[in-house]
């Protein structure tokens, strides 16, 4: 999540934010429903599909930019469409395992939005040192001790808000760029 111009003029879609952030949101996916969710099920099929999805949209989108131009909107409208799907797959994954769902505005979601991860590794490391920062006699002030599943799928939430966000963006600009709005 580096600091790469919201639609590049070249470069190709590597460089877009929300392919970056959308393949980030892929790997951390493909890694929480490997752990939580039962392989082979179709809540897994389904979580791990809408993430392709989105990244394969954005990217095909920007690949057919001009040929006809609206199909890099309607892509882009697409890929926004799945990642939203599978933010409300991790919700309900929380729901339904009685865990709760961060506050838009929770100190952990903006921790991990200022950590700027580029990778499932730098995501990981962040769910677990949020996992072992757990009130303790040196530190009563500290936050009790969340699960690993409630981080992780909080994390994914905040990483499919930020995706969105920067899809949301990117669609105002190809609605301004092809005057559809």
Same mark, same amino acid.
């Given at each position: 999540?580096?600091?790469? $111009?919201?639609?590049?003029?070249?470069?190709?879609?590597?460089?877009?934010?929300?392919?970056?952030?959308?393949?980030?949101? =892929? %790997?951390?996916?493909?890694?929480? #429903?490997?752990?939580?969710?039962?392989?082979?099920?179709?809540?897994?099929?389904?979580?791990?599909?809408?993430?392709?999805?989105?990244?394969?949209?954005?990217?095909?989108? =920007?690949?057919?930019?001009? %040929?006809?131009?609206?199909?890099? *909107?309607?892509?882009?409208?697409?890929?926004?469409? =799945?990642?939203?799907?599978?933010?409300?797959?991790?919700?309900?994954?929380?729901?339904?395992?009685?865990?709760?769902?961060?506050?838009?505005?929770? @100190?952990?979601?903006?921790?991990?939005?200022?950590?700027? #991860?580029?990778?499932?590794?730098?995501?990981?490391? @962040?769910?677990?040192?949020?996992?072992?920062?757990? $009130?303790?006699?040196?530190?009563?002030?500290?936050?009790?001790?969340?699960? *690993?599943?409630?981080?992780?799928?909080?994390?994914?939430?905040?990483?499919?808000?930020?995706? #969105?966000? *920067?899809?949301?963006?990117?669609?105002?600009?190809?609605?301004?760029?092809?005057?559809?709005?």
């Amino acid at each position: 999540m580096s600091t790469i $111009p919201l639609n590049p003029d070249h470069g190709g879609y590597r460089e877009l934010k929300s392919f970056q952030v959308a393949r980030l949101l =892929y %790997d951390v996916t493909v890694r929480f #429903c490997n752990r939580y969710i039962e392989k082979h099920g179709q809540i897994h099929d389904r979580m791990v599909q809408f993430a392709r999805s989105g990244v394969e949209n954005i990217a095909e989108g =920007y690949r057919t930019a001009g %040929d006809p131009k609206m199909n890099e *909107l309607k892509l882009t409208l697409e890929a926004r469409s =799945y990642i939203a799907e599978l933010r409300g797959d991790y919700e309900d994954f929380l729901f339904q395992n009685n865990l709760p769902i961060w506050p838009h505005d929770d @100190w952990r979601r903006k921790s991990l939005m200022n950590r700027q #991860c580029s990778s499932v590794d730098e995501v990981a490391l @962040w769910v677990l040192r949020k996992h072992k920062s757990q $009130p303790s006699k040196h530190n009563p002030s500290a936050p009790a001790q969340a699960s *690993l599943p409630e981080i992780s799928a909080n994390a994914a939430i905040t990483l499919t808000i930020v995706a #969105c966000n *920067l899809l949301d963006r990117q669609i105002s600009a190809l609605e301004k760029r092809f005057g559809t709005k």
